[in-house]
């Protein structure tokens, strides 16, 4: 059999591709918008299974705060059509798309729950598996399965619409999914710090995270990692971006918002100058933040890590013993974006620190394709999660026809 790449334009041809892929043992790569195909291990296949024939809303009721797509439709068409009805994906979820060299807009609703994406939000609203409805999808055995529905409360045993999520098409192809949808915050403004160290600015980010405030994010950029992010909106608001930024997003109501950002400009005003900056403004800033802005451009290697909040300082400090980068930090520190100038993975010393200062996850975003061939994109597992892991595979998908090797060697 030559190399072949399949186009099914629906549910049925694409179980009767997978179904003949798993008879001929012909490992399939997975493919939606592309946006996110250099993150992971490089795909040991030679077949190709193109879901962009799988576009479309099914059905959308805003009063009901529930949206059905095919698998392949664009996020940034489904948030198009959400806006014009005053409702979101609470989560954010991130485009990886300019990180990776490639153009914003390409992600589609499938590749969102296969990466369980999310946004600066995601303290408050968590990520796409919490927010996830329904799916309908293909196993790898060439199978179609439901899962879940279109209501809120919904209990089905195996709750493997959450399931799928994180699994970076392994396990399944979805095509069709069910979401919940909010509504979209009448007012947004961020209070902006300058000039805090990362210690004293993630203990302000804590501390913010903590009061009845309700911030919506929480995020910190070191010294000259916010000059150009945004620029307008930094320039605008007097702020140069040489000096160290801190940031605090509030949403709601007007007057509530108003009232709230009183409350942490208060606390704010105990460390450093405070500015506020508000509207379309505060967007930008935090979309730019979430889609990693600051290390567009170039190909070094970028690293996604995920600690405790109050680790989150202790871990980049542990860090820098051993190698020089550029890092800044979302979700009140849980979250730090690593990008390293000299352009070496620097695996074993993240995966070291991270063990230093407690433990965690990280995950190599951006990196050439022999680099992430040869070193573990993902966060290894312990010998427990790993066998649980190889168990759900043998379930979903015994022959291993489905992205073979994007997250594991041999997996």
């Not at 997975?30 to 099914?58: C, F, N, T």
């Not at 399931?163 to 902006?192: D, F, R």
């Not at 600690?307 to 051993?322: D, E, I, M, Q, T």
Request: overall charge negative.
């Amino acid at each position: 059999m030559t190399d072949r790449h399949f186009h099914p334009t629906d549910a049925e041809e694409v179980r009767e591709v997978v179904a003949w892929a798993a008879a001929e043992s012909q490992p399939l790569e997975i493919l939606g918008g592309g946006s996110k195909r250099k993150l992971g291990r490089p795909v040991q296949a030679a077949q190709v299974l193109d879901l962009s024939g799988l576009s479309g809303v099914e059905t959308y009721e805003p009063e009901e705060l529930v949206i059905t797509a095919k698998a392949a439709t664009p996020l940034a068409e489904v948030e198009r059509l959400l806006a014009e009805s005053g409702q979101e994906f609470a989560f954010e979820p991130m485009d990886y798309g300019p990180l990776l060299g490639g153009e914003p807009g390409k992600a589609t609703l499938g590749g969102m729950l296969a990466a369980n994406l999310a946004g600066p939000k995601r303290l408050k609203h968590g990520a796409a598996r919490d927010h996830v409805l329904g799916i309908h999808a293909v196993s790898g055995r060439g199978e179609v399965f439901k899962s879940g529905g279109t209501v809120v409360k919904n209990v089905t045993g195996y709750d493997l619409s959450r399931g799928l999520a994180g699994s970076w098409g392994t396990l399944a192809v979805t095509t069709a999914l069910s979401l919940k949808v909010l509504p979209a915050p009448p007012t947004e403004t961020s209070v902006l710090i300058e000039g805090l160290a990362d210690e004293a600015a993630i203990d302000m980010l804590c501390r913010a995270m903590g009061t009845s405030a309700e911030a919506a994010s929480a995020a910190h950029l070191p010294m000259g990692l916010a000059k150009g992010l945004a620029d307008p909106v930094i320039s605008e608001a007097g702020v140069t971006g040489e000096t160290p930024v801190t940031l605090v997003r509030l949403e709601g109501f007007a007057p509530s918002v108003d009232y709230r950002f009183e409350k942490l400009a208060k606390l704010a005003r105990e460390t450093g100058p405070v500015q506020r900056i508000d509207g379309d403004a505060s967007r930008a800033l935090w979309r730019a933040i979430r889609d990693v802005e600051p290390f567009w451009g170039d190909e070094t290697p970028v690293w996604r890590v995920s600690v405790a909040p109050a680790s989150g300082a202790r871990f980049v400090a542990a860090l820098r013993r051993s190698v020089d980068f550029n890092a800044y930090y979302d979700w009140s520190g849980g979250l730090i974006w690593l990008r390293f100038p000299d352009g070496e993975a620097h695996a074993e010393e993240v995966r070291a620190a991270v063990a230093e200062t407690g433990g965690g996850h990280a995950t190599l975003i951006r990196a050439d394709a022999a680099t992430r061939a040869g070193v573990d994109v993902f966060q290894p597992q312990d010998a427990a999660l790993a066998a649980l892991s190889r168990r759900l595979k043998a379930q979903f998908d015994p022959s291993g026809i489905l992205n073979p090797a994007r997250m594991v060697a041999g997996v």
